[in-house]
C-alpha cells in the first residue's frame, strides 16, 4: 500500500519504531488503512511475511485487510501473512499439533446441563440454573486469575454455600472435555497459551486490531509471545465486550505495562456528518478520558439528517420506522435498525415486512444455531468423527421419549459395543457383553446414584427393521416404541457408503432419519407458536426448514471434502448473517460496519441504557460506549426513537439518559 496514501497521523504511526505502539484509532479514522499500512512499512522494510501476526476481532476484518495488501504485493508473499481472530489463529496451530474436535457452545450447553442434572442441591437457598452456570464460567476463563471457587463467591456471596458444588461441576466438566479431545472456543485460547509458552512461537512483530475489547486471557497470550514489536490499534471509547471478560484497564494501562510506550492518535474522521460526531461526542464526554483525543470531521455532510421520532407506545415505533423506511430513497442494504435488546429485532422485522421490506439479520440467533442446521451438521459429523459424542447426543436427543441423559445412555452403550466406534457399535455390535453397565455414582458433591434394569432388547421387533431387531441397545429400560422406530430409522441412515461430500449431504436430506427430524422440529415450532398443535401448519413450517437447508447445501458446495466444510463452520459460523435488505442489527453485531443511514430504536431507560445488564456484569459507561458505537456507525442520516409505554409488557418508560446527554430532549 502506497503509504503517501495516508494522513500524517496514519503515516507517523505506520512508521512507529519497533516497540510498544498503541493506536488510538476513534470511529470513522482509518483504523484498517493505517493496519495495513503498517504491515505494508514492514514488508517494504524486509520483514518476512512468516513474521508478522494480525490479530483482528473478526475473520472477516482479516480477510478485507488481506484483501487490500493483495493490491500491492504478490499473493505468494501475502498468503505467509499469518492473519485471523484470536480463536482462528489458535485453531489453526492447534489442529495441526494436537488431537481436538472444536465444539460450539451450544452443544457443549447440553453436555454441561446432563452434568448439572446429575447434581443435587440444598433447596432451602437459591442456586444457579445450568446456562448461567456454563456462562459464569466462560466468563472466568476469559477474564479471572484465580481458583474458581474464589472467582463464584465473589460473585454473589449468597451463593458461597454452593460453591464447592460449583466448582466440582466445573472440574468435571474440564474431564469429561479432555476424555473426548473436546475443546471450546475458550479451551482454544488456554491451550494455544500453553503452546506458545512450551513451543516459544514469537514474531517480529504482533499487530492487534481492536484492542480495547481484549480480555486477561487474549492479553496473557500476547504477553506470552514475547515479540519484539507491538501495534495494537484501538479505541476506549467504544470498548463493549465487558460481558465476555474485555477489560478496558488493558487499554488504559497500556502506558503503565509497557515502558517507553508510544501513544499515537488517528483523529480525522472520514466517515460521518459533523452533525453525527457531535451527537456521539456530546453523549461519550460524559465517560472519563483515558488518553486525549479531538476529532476532526473531513468529509461534513450539509445535507446530513438527525432527527428524534417519540411515540406513545412501541407498537407504533415499530410501525412508523417500517413505514419511514418504506419511503427512503436509500439503498436498503445502506439502511440499519440497531437495537440494544434482541426481543426489538421481532416486532421490527414483523413491521417491516408488512411493507414488504427485506432485512438481513445478524446479531441474533445466528443462521447455524437454528435447530434443523444443527442437528443436519451434527449428523454429518457423525460420517466424520465416529466417536462424536457431543453430535450423537444433540441428534438422538430429539426423539420422542429420549432426552440427553438417554442419549448419553446409548451413546456409551454403541461405544462398549463397537469397541469403541459408534458406527461399528450400531452396525456390528458384539454379543458378548452387558451393553448398559450400571453405574453407582457417588452422592458427595450433591451426586445422585444412577442405577439400571435391563429389558428385553426384542420387544420392539415388531415394530422395526427386521436388520435392526433385538439390537443390545434396545435393552434399555426407558425406552418406547416410538423410540425404537426413531432409533432405527437412525441405524438404517449409516447402512449408506458413499464417500463424497455432495452425495452425503443429499442422502442424509432425503433419509426417513432427517424427515422425522423435520416432522418433529415443525410441530414443536408450531405448538410454541400457536399453544397447540395445528396440523394444517406443518407443510408451511416444513417448507421453510427446506428453505435453509438448501442455503446450506449450496453453502456446501464450496468445499471439496466433509472435513473442510466442517472447520469451516465451526469458524465462521459466529460471524454468519442471513436475509437481504435492511440490516437489523444489535449493537455488538453493528461493530465495524457503517450505513447511510442508520435508526436506533428503544432509546428508553431501562431497555437502552440496559439497567438489567447493569446491574449483572455492566455499567452506564459501558452502555454509554454502546451508544457511541451505535451512532458512529451512521455516515450521512440518523434516526433516534422511543416509546412511553410497551403495550405487551404493560410497562411506562421515560426517555434515555442518552438522549438527554446528546442534547435531543
Known amino acids: 500500500m502506497p503509504l503517501r496514501l495516508l494522513n500524517n497521523e496514519q503515516l507517523e504511526a505506520c512508521k512507529a519504531s519497533f516497540g510498544?505502539?498503541?493506536?488510538?484509532?476513534?470511529?470513522?479514522?482509518?483504523?484498517?488503512?493505517?493496519?495495513?499500512?503498517?504491515?505494508?512499512?514492514?514488508?517494504?522494510?524486509g520483514i518476512h511475511p512468516s513474521e508478522i501476526l494480525l490479530l483482528t476481532f473478526t475473520n472477516k476484518a482479516s480477510l478485507e485487510m488481506i484483501a487490500r495488501l493483495e493490491r500491492f504485493f504478490d499473493k505468494n508473499i501475502t498468503k505467509q501473512l499469518l492473519a485471523g481472530t484470536f480463536h482462528s489463529i489458535a485453531y489453526r496451530y492447534l489442529k495441526e499439533h494436537t488431537n481436538i474436535t472444536l465444539k460450539q457452545p451450544r452443544e457443549l450447553k447440553i453436555l454441561f446441563k446432563s452434568i448439572f442434572n446429575a447434581r443435587q442441591f440444598d433447596n432451602s437457598t437459591p442456586h444457579y440454573k445450568a446456562e448461567y452456570l456454563y456462562d459464569l464460567i466462560s466468563l472466568y476463563l476469559n477474564s479471572y486469575n484465580g481458583d474458581f471457587k474464589d472467582f463464584i463467591e465473589s460473585k454473589n456471596k449468597e451463593h458461597k454455600i454452593h460453591s464447592n458444588i460449583y466448582k466440582d461441576l466445573f472440574l468435571e466438566f474440564i474431564d469429561i472435555k479432555r476424555q473426548y479431545n473436546y475443546a471450546s472456543y475458550d479451551d482454544l485460547l488456554i491451550l494455544y497459551k500453553e503452546k506458545v509458552q512450551i513451543d516459544e512461537i514469537s514474531f517480529c512483530e504482533v499487530l492487534v486490531d481492536e484492542y480495547q475489547d481484549t480480555n486477561y486471557l487474549q492479553n496473557s497470550i500476547i504477553s506470552a509471545f514475547n515479540t519484539k514489536s507491538l501495534f495494537c490499534v484501538g479505541d476506549y471509547d467504544q470498548s463493549i465486550y465487558a460481558f465476555n471478560g474485555s477489560d478496558i484497564s488493558i487499554i488504559a494501562s497500556f502506558k503503565d505495562r509497557y515502558k517507553n510506550a508510544k501513544i499515537y492518535s488517528l483523529n480525522k474522521n472520514y466517515r460521518s456528518s459533523r452533525k453525527i460526531i457531535d451527537i456521539a461526542n456530546?453523549?461519550?464526554?460524559?465517560?472519563?478520558?483515558?488518553?486525549?483525543?479531538?476529532?476532526?470531521?473531513l468529509k461534513d455532510k450539509i445535507d446530513s439528517n438527525v432527527e428524534l421520532f417519540s411515540f406513545s407506545n412501541t407498537k407504533e415505533q415499530y410501525s412508523y420506522i417500517a413505514k419511514h423506511i418504506s419511503s427512503s430513497k436509500t439503498s436498503l442494504s445502506d439502511i440499519a435498525i440497531i437495537f440494544r435488546n434482541n426481543t426489538s429485532s421481532d416486532y421490527i422485522e414483523a413491521n417491516l415486512r408488512e411493507y414488504g421490506i427485506g432485512c438481513k439479520k445478524k446479531g441474533g440467533k445466528s443462521f447455524f444455531e437454528s435447530k434443523e442446521i444443527a442437528v443436519f451438521i451434527d449428523i454429518l459429523s457423525l460420517f466424520f468423527n465416529k466417536k462424536d459424542m457431543m453430535a450423537f447426543v444433540n441428534v438422538i436427543s430429539n426423539g420422542i421419549g429420549i432426552g440427553e441423559v438417554m442419549a448419553k445412555d446409548i451413546y456409551d452403550c454403541l461405544i462398549l459395543l463397537g469397541d469403541g466406534d459408534l458406527i461399528n457399535g450400531l452396525l456390528n455390535p458384539r454379543e458378548d457383553i452387558n451393553p448398559y453397565q450400571g453405574k453407582l455414582r457417588n452422592t458427595q458433591l450433591g451426586l445422585f446414584d444412577n442405577l439400571f434394569?435391563?429389558?428385553?432388547?426384542?420387544?420392539?421387533?415388531?415394530?422395526?427393521?427386521?436388520?435392526?431387531?433385538?439390537?443390545?441397545?434396545?435393552?434399555?429400560?426407558?425406552?418406547?416404541?416410538?423410540?425404537?422406530?426413531?432409533l432405527d430409522k437412525f441405524y438404517n441412515l449409516f447402512l449408506y457408503k458413499k464417500p463424497s461430500l455432495d452425495s452425503l449431504f443429499l442422502h442424509?436430506?432425503?433419509?426417513?432419519?432427517f424427515k422425522e427430524i423435520k416432522l418433529l422440529i415443525a410441530q414443536n415450532r408450531i405448538k410454541n407458536k400457536f399453544k397447540s398443535l395445528d396440523s394444517s401448519k406443518i407443510d408451511e413450517f416444513i417448507f421453510m426448514i427446506d428453505k435453509k437447508l438448501s442455503i446450506l447445501y449450496n453453502l456446501s458446495k464450496s468445499y471439496d471434502n466433509l472435513a473442510n466444510f466442517l472447520n469451516s463452520i465451526k469458524l465462521?459460523?459466529?460471524?454468519?448473517?442471513?436475509?437481504?435488505?435492511v440490516n437489523l442489527l444489535t449493537i455488538h453485531a453493528s461493530k465495524g460496519l457503517e450505513f447511510e443511514d442508520v435508526y436506533i430504536i428503544d432509546l428508553m431507560e431501562g431497555r437502552f441504557p440496559n439497567t438489567k445488564l447493569i446491574a449483572k456484569t455492566g455499567s452506564l459507561e459501558e452502555e454509554r460506549r454502546l451508544f457511541y458505537v451505535a451512532t458512529t456507525r451512521a455516515k450521512?442520516?440518523?434516526?433516534?426513537?422511543?416509546?412511553?409505554?410497551?403495550?405487551?409488557?404493560?410497562?411506562?418508560?421515560?426517555?434515555?439518559?442518552?438522549?438527554?446527554?446528546?442534547?435531543?430532549?
Open 508 to 513: 442424509v436430506l432425503n433419509s426417513e432419519f
Open 636 to 665: 450521512t442520516n440518523i434516526y433516534f426513537s422511543f416509546a412511553y409505554k410497551d403495550l405487551n409488557k404493560n410497562i411506562n418508560y421515560i426517555p434515555s439518559i442518552f438522549l438527554k446527554e446528546a442534547g435531543l430532549v
Open 572 to 581: 465462521n459460523s459466529a460471524e454468519s448473517s442471513s436475509g437481504e435488505g
Open 20 to 45: 510498544h505502539n498503541l493506536i488510538i484509532a476513534s470511529a470513522g479514522t482509518g483504523k484498517t488503512s493505517t493496519i495495513v499500512g503498517r504491515i505494508s512499512y514492514l514488508l517494504n522494510s
Open 282 to 297: 456530546n453523549v461519550i464526554i460524559n465517560n472519563p478520558r483515558i488518553y486525549p483525543k479531538n476529532l476532526e470531521v
Open 453 to 486: 434394569i435391563k429389558e428385553d432388547s426384542s420387544r420392539f421387533n415388531r415394530y422395526i427393521s427386521i436388520n435392526f431387531a433385538s439390537h443390545p441397545l434396545l435393552s434399555h429400560n426407558k425406552l418406547n416404541s416410538k423410540s425404537a422406530i426413531f
